[in-house]
Structure formats: structure tokens, C-alpha cells
């Protein structure tokens, strides 16, 4: 999020609501907003007990280029969470749902 206009915010926030319509309950770093005076080992601090109490980690694309990111798969890998890329999420639910409606 650092260094990406608005910290990234949109595509995190569309990502959630996509994945909140399709039932799944998601923790949204986006969702506590800017905090001012805090820093990035702040927010990470905060981001990776929220993080604890997830048991998928769905990535944005680019995630690569996220030092937080990066450090949220190692620990995510390192607690035997499925990490998946939050668009084929959301495309592997829409398929499920035109299979299902056929």
C-alpha cells in the first residue's frame, strides 16, 4: 500500500465488497483508514493480528511489490493458511455460481 496512490485503498475496498457479496467474512486492512502519526510498523503491527484470525490470505495483484504483503504470505505460509489471488477467488465463486445455475 505504501507508495501506491490512496495507500491502494480502492482495490482493497472493491476486492472486499466483491468477496463480502459472495458471503466471506474479510479483513480489510483499507478498513481502518489513515492514522495519523502512525507508521508503517504501526499499521503492520495491527494488520498481522487481524491476520491471525484469518485462515485465507487473498492477494492483490503486484503483491510482490508490497514489503507488508510479502511478510504477511511468509507468516500466512509459515501458520498453513491457503494464500490465493483474491481475483481468482472471486472468479472461481462466479464460475461455481453459473455452474450451479445451469
Not at 490470505?57 to 510479502?70: F, T
Request: charged content about 25%; hydrophobic content about 45%; overall charge negative.
Amino acid at each position: 500500500m505504501t507508495g501506491i496512490a490512496d495507500f491502494n485503498y480502492p482495490a482493497f475496498n472493491a476486492a472486499a465488497d466483491q468477496l463480502r457479496a459472495r458471503g466471506y467474512e474479510v479483513e480489510n486492512p483499507a478498513d481502518h483508514g489513515i492514522v495519523e502519526s502512525a507508521q508503517w510498523t504501526d499499521y503492520m503491527a495491527y494488520d498481522l493480528t487481524r491476520l491471525g484470525l484469518c485462515g485465507v490470505i487473498a492477494l492483490l495483484p503486484d503483491w510482490e511489490a508490497s514489503q507488508g504483503a510479502k511478510l504477511e504470505v511468509l507468516i500466512a505460509e509459515r501458520l498453513d493458511m491457503t494464500v490465493v489471488n483474491a481475483h481468482d477467488l472471486v472468479k472461481r465463486e462466479n464460475l461455481e455460481a453459473t455452474a450451479k445455475a445451469r
